[in-house]
C-alpha cells in the first residue's frame, strides 16, 4: 500500500490551489521545507511570506491579509502553530473570526526524533476550546488533499493537523467525498465502535481486521472533523454498538476523546475508553516504535479494544 505523509499532501494541494486562484497566500515561518510549503514559494513567490521563526508575527501577518480579501495560509509545526502561538491565534484570528487557516504540520507523538519539546500532544485540546475554531486532522493523503481544498472554500477560521510519517493511502481518490463537519464510517460493525481521527484511523482499521478474525465486529469511524463534530453519526454507532473506544494521536485530555464523551453523555450515555498519549510528555524515537510503544499502532489498539470488551 502507497504511503504519503499529510504534510506532503498539504504543500502538493497549495500548489494546485494556487495555481486555480490567485487569492491564495501561503505563510511560513522559516520551516518552508518541512512543512512542504516551500513548493509554493516555487510555484508562486509572489504570493509566499517567510516571516522567519517568528510564529506568533506569523499568525498577526495572516490575520491582516486576511482582512484585504484574500486567503491566507499560515504554516508550522503545531507545536508553535497552537503552542507559541496561542494567544495571536485565539486574539487576533478566531476574536474577529477572519479566514486564516493554520495549516500545523508535524504533529502528534510520530514527530519521532525530535522529541517531547516538538510532539505536540495538546494541540486539538487547545484550538478545540476556541470559539468558532474549525478543527479538523485527516487519515491519508486522499483526504488530507480534499481537506485542504474544502478549507480554501471555507469562510472562517480553520485549524488543519497534518503528520510527518509517511502513512498509508486506503481512500480511493474516484470515489472519496470529504464533508466538513461529517464522520465517515470506514467500516461497519456491530460489537464495539472504534472512533479515530488522524494516522489512529489506519491503526484501527488494522485493528478490526485483527478483531474479527477473533469474532470481534468492530465499528471503525472517521472523525476527520473534530470540531464541529459529528455527534448524530457518534450517538447512532454507540446505540448499535453499546461500547465506543476513543483514538488519537493526541493527549486524552481534552482531545477527541472528551469531544466525544461530551457528545455521548447528553446523547446516547454509552461506556467509553479513550485511547491516546496519558498525562505524559513523549521522547524521542522512530515513529513506528514511538506508536507502537504508546499502543497506538494496530496491535495495540486492538489489544485495548479486547481488554475494554471483558
Known amino acids: 500500500m502507497q504511503k504519503i505523509a499529510t504534510r506532503v499532501s498539504y504543500g502538493e494541494t497549495l500548489v494546485e490551489l494556487g495555481n486555480e486562484h ?3 497566500v501561503v505563510l511560513d515561518a522559516d ?9 509554493f514559494k516555487a510555484a508562486h513567490p509572489e504570493r509566499f511570506v517567510d516571516v ?3 510564529e506568533a508575527n506569523l499568525m498577526g501577518v495572516a490575520a491582516g491579509i486576511a482582512t484585504t480579501g484574500r486567503k491566507p495560509f499560515a504554516s508550522t509545526f503545531a507545536m508553535f502553530a497552537a503552542g507559541r502561538a496561542f494567544e495571536q491565534v485565539r486574539n487576533s484570528i478566531a476574536y474577529p473570526y ?4 493554520i495549516g500545523a504540520t508535524h504533529a502528534g507523538i510520530s514527530v519521532g526524533e525530535d522529541g517531547a519539546t516538538h510532539q505536540c500532544n495538546e494541540d486539538i485540546a487547545l484550538m478545540r476550546s476556541i470559539p468558532g475554531m474549525t478543527v479538523c486532522c485527516p487519515a491519508d493523503d486522499v483526504e488530507a488533499r480534499a481537506m485542504v481544498r474544502a478549507a480554501y472554500e471555507y469562510e472562517g477560521p480553520m485549524y488543519l493537523r497534518f503528520a510527518r510519517l509517511a502513512t498509508p493511502v486506503f481512500h480511493n ?3 472519496y467525498e470529504f464533508k ?6 470506514e467500516r461497519a460493525g456491530s460489537d464495539v465502535t472504534i472512533a479515530a481521527t488522524g494516522l489512529m484511523v489506519g491503526s484501527a482499521l488494522e485493528a478490526a481486521e485483527a478483531l474479527a478474525a477473533e469474532g470481534i465486529d ?9 470540531k464541529p463534530l459529528d455527534e448524530d453519526l457518534i450517538a447512532a ?4 454498538t453499546g461500547r465506543v473506544v476513543t483514538v488519537e494521536e493526541h493527549s486524552v485530555i481534552g482531545g477527541l476523546g472528551d469531544a466525544v464523551l461530551g457528545a455521548l453523555s447528553e446523547k446516547c450515555p454509552t461506556p467509553v475508553r479513550k485511547v491516546g498519549i496519558d498525562d505524559v510528555y513523549g521522547e524521542s524515537g522512530p515513529a513506528l516504535d514511538l506508536l507502537a510503544k504508546y499502543g497506538l499502532d494496530g496491535a495495540g489498539v486492538a489489544a485495548q479494544v479486547r481488554d475494554f470488551l471483558k
Do not use: C, M, R
Open 52 to 54: 522567519g521563526i517568528a
Open 22 to 24: 490567485d487569492d491564495l
Open 31 to 39: 520551516l518552508a521545507a518541512a512543512t512542504q510549503t516551500g513548493k
Open 218 to 226: 468492530a465499528e471503525v469511524i472517521n472523525i476527520h472533523t473534530i
Open 237 to 240: 454507532s454507540a446505540a448499535k
Open 180 to 185: 466538513l463537519g461529517y464522520g465517515i464510517v
Open 98 to 101: 477572519l479566514n486564516v487557516k
Open 173 to 175: 481518490p474516484a470515489t
